[in-house]
């Protein structure tokens, strides 16, 4: 080829690589608090990082703009019997380095997340059989029935088989892994976005796939990603229009993002629910000056403890009106019959009362565990909690710690060691069981799992029994009323103090359309951005 | 002479394995890694067995052990959160703190001997009272404050320089460089007067003073009865003998702009070595923050060693007791 040949060829290419992208294609730069840390989507069960990896990744099902299951990867699925799951695999969907989407990927990705080193190995429990029907058939054969068995397929992503094979990532990569993994630092999905370049912790480029079996809702060609840990710079380069959308914008910020004429602050309410537990398992309380006995075995003081709070205070003055009280340890958008619970009454001279009855006339003394950078104004919470009960009379000491501490001081490795505390919790699976389960479930039996987050190891045997028929009840409406007799037992135990769901708060330039979900999943696939 | 390097390399050595044990016996308040690894709803054995993958369940004293064993031969192991060789991840971070710290000091030794020299010289224009005043909130202002303020004057209310980041960056060899590019210059410039500004007001109160003290000197008065020009007084005599000490101390204080560069990160997101230990302070990454460590007392030994040995180039008086037996 002459000069003037490969000149003219060059030219050409170049032109159709302007005629492929469509005209309006913008680059959108996304800025967020937490870091994108590896890309191998079964090292981290975490949302950010499903977020991020859902722009190349995708599962069988798909959620949509209501969190409501949609299909994904599978076209459509059926339950013949009980115990065995039918999923029909979409037809002419290929992976972003042209292989084919098959049934051996879903088997490959099935056995992936459940080998040792993953991180999601709950997504599909491991006496689950992967069954390969045809190309396109995958047959799931449980054990028990399991009506919430997809619920978190959205975020199980699926891996091309012959990829990993080639590179010599069959293996997860494991959270604490001491040799760098092939997965771990590249990505091949079927999803919306490639990834083009990816330093941890410092910035991460996706590139518009072309070849999406969806019809793209974005008009992207590329997606920057930044991770700004600093609130201040965060808030100042959307301000300076430097990023088009950061996440979570500070709460003192949130005044000024929404004044500047620019950008505008998107509110909504999250699923993670911010509760108080109380340690009810010990015979006497780590923490506390009472000697000999532990009180939050005595339900009146849980219940003192409950209508000493003033929530509605709570919202207004420490979340400046950015949260939803709650009365259940479930967000609302998560358990359908929770609009029949409501909070008991804020009651301080009440509250004064069952402590006399309970036999503290004059209060007691008890230490408190608190994060001070996990949740939105979790230290702030905590210290109005402790002014609250102060006025009931019992004096709490505060000890606020970086989270990097108070993990591994109140969680099952340091001990449970807690006497009063205040934690956050989103349910994995986006369902009850998990709550009824992992945090109220009795920790007694050692060998379980039940139970493991159950800091303040609440007990009862009867909310167990209940908990275990609603793993199997396959029909959803009588499922939502065993569900709602758990949390009236809850309830009227006053197991935990549930405060409320924290709300969302992203910056975002006006420019752009964006579609807040309530898992807070920042998705750029259904994102618009105006020139 | 030899002896005597020999002496301050084994003193070094000293120091950094001091330095060593200091921060790992720290390393045990920083929390636990293993909640920073995995998710909050990981079951127990799982932690344990990332735990154990991890040797964390060795005694501290193995642990140490097994460090130093490994950093003697320059493994740093590989971090918890990014999953990837310390030392590449250092490497990849080094071209970034090193610029800033080059062009801090510039910026810091230009401007502050500038700055220094005219407020000598008219002590008692407005201006020098200017400079006094700017030299005063350079100390006493906290870096990150100094940061955000300049980030919401020019990023934000004018526009004119970027927040946050590096720019666009041109890769030279395993080298990364913004000096290349315009948008990689303009990102400089905030991060640089940041990190600077406290050097610029250490090096300009210390011209003044030297100036002062040089300027009250015979063979300065001696020079004007000579009738020298007053420009050839100043800048040819008076200046150069007051460089000396500013030479020391800058060179001494490019240790502390390196580390303490980390503020000046957080607040840009530049992504030097000093965020990469932030973040891994944060999620307890130990393999990160004991190669950190290891490496800042290593420069900070360095050049300790290399100026006394041109002290000992510089100054006969102490070759002369050097020689001398103890």
């Given at each position: 080829m002459s000069l003037r040949q490969s000149l003219l060829a060059a030219a050409t290419v170049t032109m159709l690589g302007f005629a492929v992208a469509p005209a309006s294609a913008q680059t959108l730069r996304y800025a967020n608090q937490g870091d994108l840390k590896s890309l191998d989507p079964y090292t981290l069960n975490e949302s950010t990082t499903h977020a991020h990896l859902g722009q190349v990744y995708e599962g069988l099902i798909a959620r949509d703009k209501d969190l409501k299951i949609i299909p994904g990867l599978a076209e459509r699925w059926e339950t013949p019997e009980p115990t065995r799951w039918r999923f029909h695999l979409r037809k002419g969907v290929k992976f972003q380095n042209g292989d084919p989407f098959t049934a051996d990927d879903v088997v490959f990705s099935a056995d992936r997340a459940r080998a040792k080193g993953s991180n999601v190995q709950a997504r599909i429990a491991a006496d689950v059989k992967v069954v390969k029907v045809d190309d396109n058939t995958v047959d799931f054969i449980l054990t028990s029935p399991n009506p919430i068995l997809h619920y978190q397929w959205d975020t199980w992503y699926i891996m091309d088989k012959k990829w990993a094979e080639a590179n010599n990532a069959t293996a997860p990569t494991p959270a604490a892994a001491t040799t760098p993994s092939f997965a771990s630092l590249n990505a091949n999905g079927t999803g919306a976005f490639t990834v083009e370049s990816h330093q941890p912790g410092v910035k991460t480029v996706f590139k518009a796939?072309?070849?999406?079996?969806r019809k793209p809702e974005h008009n992207l060609k590329e997606i920057v990603f930044t991770p700004i840990g600093s609130d201040a710079t965060r808030v100042a380069a959307l301000l300076s229009g430097e990023v088009d959308i950061m996440e979570p914008v500070p709460t003192q910020d949130i005044g000024r993002v929404d004044s500047t004429p620019t950008t505008q602050v998107m509110k909504g309410p999250e699923l993670r629910t911010i509760f108080l537990g109380m340690d009810q398992a010990r015979d006497e309380l780590l923490y506390s000056n009472i000697k000999g006995k532990n009180p939050f075995k005595d339900i009146k003081v849980r219940e003192a403890f409950f209508k000493a709070i003033d929530i509605e205070l709570i919202k207004t003055r420490v979340m400046r009106g950015l949260s939803t009280p709650s009365a259940l340890m479930i967000a609302p958008q998560l358990f359908p019959l929770s609009k029949d619970f409501t909070r008991p009454k804020f009651d301080p001279d009440g509250a004064k009362k069952l402590l006399t009855e309970a036999g503290y006339p004059d209060g007691f003394q008890v230490t408190m565990d608190c994060p001070n950078d996990r949740y939105v104004n979790d230290a702030t919470i905590c210290q109005a909690v402790v002014g609250m009960l102060a006025r009931i009379g019992v004096k709490v000491d505060l000890l606020a710690q970086p989270k990097a501490q108070y993990f591994a001081k109140i969680l099952k490795p340091g001990g449970y060691q807690s006497s009063f505390y205040l934690l956050g919790w989103t349910p994995g699976t986006s369902d009850s069981h998990n709550v009824l389960y992992d945090i109220m479930g009795c920790r007694d039996d050692p060998k379980s799992s039940r139970g493991e987050a159950n800091v303040a190891g609440y007990c009862n045997k009867k909310m167990d029994e209940i908990t275990d028929k609603v793993l199997v009840e396959p029909d959803p409406a009588k499922r939502d009323q065993l569900i709602k007799e758990a949390f009236e037992i809850a309830a009227k135990d006053y197991a935990y103090i549930p405060l409320h769901q924290q709300a969302l708060a992203w910056g975002v330039s006006k420019k752009l359309k964006v579609v807040q979900r309530a898992d807070n999943q920042v998705l750029p696939y259904w994102m618009v951005k105006e020139p | 002479m030899l002896a005597f390097t020999l002496r301050r390399a084994i003193q070094a050595i000293g120091v950094m394995l001091a330095v060593g044990i200091i921060s790992f016996s720290m390393f045990r308040f920083a929390g636990d890694p293993v909640n920073q690894i995995v998710?909050?709803?990981?079951s127990a054995a799982e932690r344990e067995a990332v735990r154990k993958s991890l040797g964390l369940d060795d005694p501290v004293v193995m642990q140490f052990a097994r460090y130093f064993g490994n950093a003697a031969q320059f493994k740093f192991g590989?971090?918890?959160?990014?999953?990837?060789p310390v030392s590449s991840l250092l490497a990849e971070r080094m071209p970034a703190t090193l610029e800033l710290a080059i062009c801090a000091t510039i910026f810091a030794m230009v401007f502050g001997i500038l700055m220094g020299v005219y407020s000598a010289l008219k002590r008692d224009t407005a201006l020098a009272k200017i400079f006094q005043a700017v030299s005063l909130i350079g100390i006493s202002l906290p870096t990150f404050l100094i940061g955000i303020l300049l980030i919401y004057l020019f990023s934000v209310t004018l526009g004119w320089l970027p927040s946050f980041g590096r720019g666009e960056v041109v890769r030279v060899g395993w080298w990364t460089t913004g000096l290349l590019t315009l948008s990689g210059l303009k990102a400089l410039i905030l991060p640089s007067i940041t990190l600077g500004l406290f050097q610029l007001t250490l090096i300009m109160r210390l011209v003044r003073a030297e100036m002062l003290e040089v300027l009250r000197t015979d063979y300065i008065r001696f020079a004007r009865a000579r009738g020298l020009t007053t420009r050839a007084i100043h800048f040819g005599h008076a200046l150069k003998n007051t460089l000396v000490p500013v030479i020391t101390v800058a060179g001494l204080q490019f240790g502390s702009v390196i580390a303490f560069a980390i503020i000046t990160e957080t607040v840009f997101q530049w992504p030097g070595m000093g965020l990469l230990f932030v973040q891994a302070v944060q999620n307890v990454d130990i393999p990160i923050m004991a190669a950190y460590l290891l490496m800042v007392s290593l420069i900070f030994v360095t050049i300790n060693l290399v100026v006394d040995i041109l002290y000992t180039v510089v100054d006969p008086r102490l070759r002369s007791t050097l020689r001398r037996p103890a």
């Open positions: 796939n072309p070849n999406w079996w | 998710s909050l709803d990981t590989v971090s918890y959160q990014f999953r990837q």
